[in-house]
């Protein structure tokens, strides 16, 4: 049911909202939903959107089919009524926002979905789940990538997430600046790149690991990557390079102290006269454990969970709130939950020299005049139900790699500190 | 494909080792594959298997469609015997077990995959991914059913985390003891109570906060539950009950100091003659939280981001370790990952008046003759490929809350500390 339709991915309120309103003829409104967050949890200093296609494909597959309805119907969740308007439901409306791999900073107006109340308080869910999960995942990620510099980093996390969240997190990883992923279901649905050796089990399977390295060498040629931490380090750096000789591609390491032993292991294929062969580290590294490797001779990271659960925050807190209203702009008043009303663009500034200055996020009404130097955030992703947005993941990832590259150095820091960008909404 | 089959939700290295194997002849090894926990998180005292149901899905439906092996093939990642291998995969080995809503410790052995090398190590990536997400949920929402008493606590934190992972998060939830959930798909897919009235928006599509309370009590009824922190609580309350009536069902509240608002809105309530309207209140509850609302007039909570996030624990750190080949024990030697070879057997043992005492896991081969207040944990899942858990999630529940019932009143506090059972493993 999942596959063909996304329109139960739904919180039940949403349809209660849209029995009353179909009853007392509000329904038909015209509404603007904004997704935005209202801080960077942890001090970071920036987010990275993540999902936009994911929230485009959900948004078209959002279709009730007859069982869900009788479902729904039988449960007395809905009236007929309703039941008559969801089995015609088809979005119609239209959807502005930043694109994939932008980054974003509090009350950045990062989606904008626009449309009568019924057919856009119905989208809240589903376009929340996707943006706060893809982005908490691609906010960590970018930190990670920032981290490791020019080395190579292999998204592993799989195992730690739920098991869809896993493709998900595969994808918004690769988005960043990842590698590969271990995932294959990442590799076929979304053509991220795919890696993977071989694990502990492996060598406990054989009698002995040297055994083991013979067997994974005859199957994947010397250029593979033999993992030697499953009894003694270094009698397994010396039973690798005996078994592959010098032209070994890889050690894995996957315990201890990665940097101490990531320069014994050096020096140890060194003096074996594996001066090629390179060193992969993995084990519970999030973006500060892959900084303080900075100076280690290490030449590519696997990191697992820390990616996948978003290194302590996993969810990007990203909220949908009704902005307006028939062309008048709404806000809820209470104390810690503020937001700005009215239907919004948004604009990066810049230097002369390139480099962003912070954000505008004004009125669509008023019709600001940017400068040269303003880039529009706010684009088409969707008008009048009609998908406008189809940047490959290729292309998201290429302008992402652009985004942050522009952004001020201290935004890119890893320590806890202010929004890297001031957001201005008027 | 995701609904037809589960094969890849897997890790790359999954398939270079059974290439290897397959190439060495030791494919055919009969193995035993442990999932355990080497500690509780955050100091936490008990764990809560969940997923063992999906677990057993996603194992049937471990199939390999001709689309995926041409993709692996063409991809470079198999060759062709393993492609031959895989077309025929289906799981044919024995899974014992922990049943889901048990709780678990350090070391418990709670799940056990036997089968050839081959069938086992492939499903490594989809058992993780499942028990390690379904069972962090558990866990942070057993905390917060014990913290909630009698009180009902709903489930709704679909829109933070991603959309599938929502749908399992409200099934880990229920299986806890949360009463209902308010995704849609959790509803209709196992059969989850839900429930849902409305949000902010409702009233801010409305003209006045009354109009929009008239709109939802013509379409619900006056036991409808009415949000009345929109725009100020105390004028939001006289209005709800001068519209609904003093039969007004519930009011939920959804920020601010909520047991202080409790206790206005409780006061202010009696003064208008509602005396059975109920209070629900939400907005970010985790199990510190409810438990700080134990003394104040709360008639339910709503808890969503604490829950489907794991309360700050998102993946349950459970790992997939081969611990037998053909009949030896096998461990790995490393120092902070140790692990306890051999196929075990699980028994909690009880002193006489029921109360738990502890865990025994002893050598399956062993023939440990229990005693009469032991429970025997690990039971037949599957055998030779058929399954033999059909737990009903009601029932599931159940035993949940029977296990939870018997161990040591120190084991259930949310405070910090030891695990309130010692697995003893032999």
């Known amino acids: ?5 996304s329109a139960l991915f739904t919180d039940q309120y949403e349809l209660t909202m849209l029995t009353a309103a179909l009853a007392d003829g509000t329904a038909g409104r015209r509404c603007s939903f904004e997704v935005f967050g209202r801080r960077l949890p942890n001090g970071r200093r920036y987010g990275v959107v993540a999902g936009v296609a994911r929230v485009l494909d959900a948004v078209a597959d959002f279709r009730f089919t007859g069982t869900q309805l009788d479902g729904l119907l039988a449960a007395d969740i809905i009236n007929a009524p309703t039941a ?86 595969a994808r918004a990883a690769y988005l960043t600046g990842f590698t590969a992923t271990s995932n294959l279901e990442a590799g076929m649905r979304w053509g991220i790149p795919t890696t993977g050796t071989s694990a502990h089990a ?33 009698q397994g750096i010396e039973t690798a390079v005996r078994v592959a000789g010098p032209k070994l591609g890889a050690i894995r390491i996957d315990s201890g102290d990665l940097a101490a032993v ?20 993995s084990g519970d590294l999030d973006e500060f454990a892959i900084a303080a490797l900075a100076a280690a001779p290490v030449d590519s990271y696997g990191a697992g969970t820390a990616v996948v659960v978003g290194s302590g925050v996993p969810t990007a807190g990203l909220v949908y709130k009704l902005v307006e209203v028939d062309g008048r702009p709404v806000t809820k008043r209470s104390e810690n939950k503020g937001s700005v009303g009215g239907r919004k663009l948004a604009y990066r500034t810049h230097r002369a020299s390139g480099t962003a200055t912070g954000e505008l996020a004004v009125q669509a009404s008023a019709g600001h005049q940017p400068s040269d130097s303003d880039r529009l955030l706010s684009v088409d992703l969707m008008r009048e139900g009609q998908r406008l947005f189809d940047a490959s993941l290729e292309e998201s990832r290429a ?18 500190g202010d929004p890297g960008l001031d957001v201005s909404v008027s």
Chains 1, 2 share one sequence.
């Open 1 to 5: 049911m999942a596959d063909e339709s």
């Open 399 to 416: 302008h992402h790699q652009a985004a942050m590259a522009v952004l001020p150095w201290e935004a890119l820091k890893l320590s806890k």
């Open 262 to 281: 990531a320069h014994q292991s050096r020096a140890q294929l060194d003096a074996l006269g594996a001066i090629g062969t390179k060193i992969v580290v």
């Open 84 to 169: 008559e308007f969801l089995a015609d439901y088809r979005f119609t409306g239209d959807i502005i926002g930043y694109v994939e791999g932008e980054p974003y900073f509090p009350y950045s107006p990062l989606l904008t979905v626009t449309g009568t109340f019924a057919e856009a308080v119905l989208l809240e869910t589903v376009v929340l789940s996707i943006l706060n999960h893809d982005s908490a995942v691609a906010a960590a990620a970018a930190r990670m990538v920032s981290a490791a510099g020019d080395r190579p980093i292999i998204e592993m996390g799989s195992r730690r997430t739920h098991e869809e969240a896993a493709v998900a997190s």
């Open 202 to 234: 492996f060598t406990l399977l054989h009698d002995t690991e040297q055994a083991a390295f013979e067997s994974q060498v005859a199957a994947m040629g010397v250029g593979t990557t033999l993992l030697i931490d499953t009894y003694d380090i270094g």
